[in-house]
């Protein structure tokens, strides 16, 4: 089992700064992580995923440029560095950990329980 717990969202300025981030703790923190969010009224989306090693990350064409995920194995912690945010960016987000590198949110078995990040435009 794997237990994730998200932190660091809250309520910014459009063209602010937030900082995600998600504790891991149980058997294993080597596995994939990703980062998912859901908007009001829609359904939940990628939003960017980091390999084992950290040597590869992805993200939706949306966040490129704007968003950073990083880990820290040590810590069994991942970050989602988020700048220049705008009110679409308005989402819960929730990190997931899966043993597959992936955009597809059925490949994660672990997910958080979600924090809410909410930008005034």
């Known amino acids: 089992q794997v237990q994730l717990v998200e932190s660091g969202g809250g309520l910014v300025q459009a063209g602010g700064s937030l900082r995600l981030s998600c504790a891991a703790s149980?058997?294993?923190?080597?596995?994939?992580m990703a980062w998912f969010r859901q908007a009001p009224g829609k359904e939940r989306e990628f939003v960017a995923v980091?390999?084992?090693?950290?040597?590869?990350?992805y993200y939706t064409d949306s966040v490129k440029g704007r968003f950073t995920i990083s880990r820290d194995n040590a810590k069994n912690t991942v970050y989602l560095q988020m700048d220049s945010l705008n009110a679409e960016d308005t989402a819960v987000y929730f990190c997931?950990?899966?043993?597959?590198?992936?955009?597809?949110?059925?490949?994660?078995?672990?997910w958080g329980q979600g924090t809410q990040v909410t930008v005034s435009s």
């Open positions: 997931a950990a899966g043993r597959i590198y992936s955009t597809t949110e059925s490949r994660y078995n672990y």
């Open positions: 149980g058997r294993t923190f080597r596995r994939a």
């Open positions: 980091i390999s084992v090693g950290a040597r590869t990350t």
